[in-house]
């Protein structure tokens, strides 16, 4: 069975910094290109993030570029989240995401971890 | 960036009665749309993949349909439990995008 569990969220003053994790189980996590897709309150799904199998390459959306990092180690099943210089509009429930193999359809998702932006 | 248009916004039907939701997109996709269902503090669940393909556990009441920037999703007869929000998601271009979601509510 596929697990995904997130750590690392919390409140932060805006211009701070926060760094998500997502322990992955179950499946062949090198095999695989990961995700990061937020949620703010009562709102809908945005993509953020997505790193390749291997780590080579990322992608971000326009909204964090510059400010977030994504990255992964293979050898301990993990995908972090860098966040810094963060916004009030940065506030959202962060899933982490995995995706049918070689396709961007999101297929198993993470509970969530809350990151409040606020003074 | 490829827009997705969902409609509508809200849609109140009964149990036992059909549901037709309705994405658009800005571009065409290729038939690359998926759809996602999510109920109250739960993560979303994948109930469709490349218009018409159904993921994992998905009961046959849900089907999918479409082409170009026109898609649907039908559930057949609906069941207590499928009241929730639907948000359709294309993966034609990134970056990735969402539609806006359809709220399912009981009549």
Known sequence: EVQLLESGGGLVQPGGSLRLSCAASGFSFSSYAMNWVRQPPGKGLEWVSSITNAGSSTHYADSVKGRFTISRDNSKSTLDLQMNSLRAKDTATYYCVKPLVGTGTFDSWGQGALVTVSS | ?107
């Not at chain 2, 690359?32 to 556990?57: C, E, F, H, V």
Request: charged share 20%; hydrophobic share 30%; net charge neutral.
């Open chain 2, 1 to 107: 960036e490829i827009v997705l248009t969902q409609s509508p916004a809200t849609l109140s039907l009964s149990p036992g009665e059909r549901a037709t939701l309705s994405c658009r997109a800005s571009q065409s996709l290729s038939g690359y749309l998926a759809w996602y269902q999510q109920k109250p503090g739960q993560a979303p669940r994948l109930l469709i993949y490349d218009t018409s393909n159904r993921g994992t556990g998905t009961p046959a009441r849900f089907s999918g349909s479409g082409s170009g920037t026109d898609f649907t999703l039908t559930i057949s007869s609906l069941e207590p439990e499928d009241f929730a929000v639907y948000y359709c998601q294309q993966r034609a271009d990134r970056p990735l995008t969402f539609g806006q979601g359809t709220r399912l509510e009981i009549k």
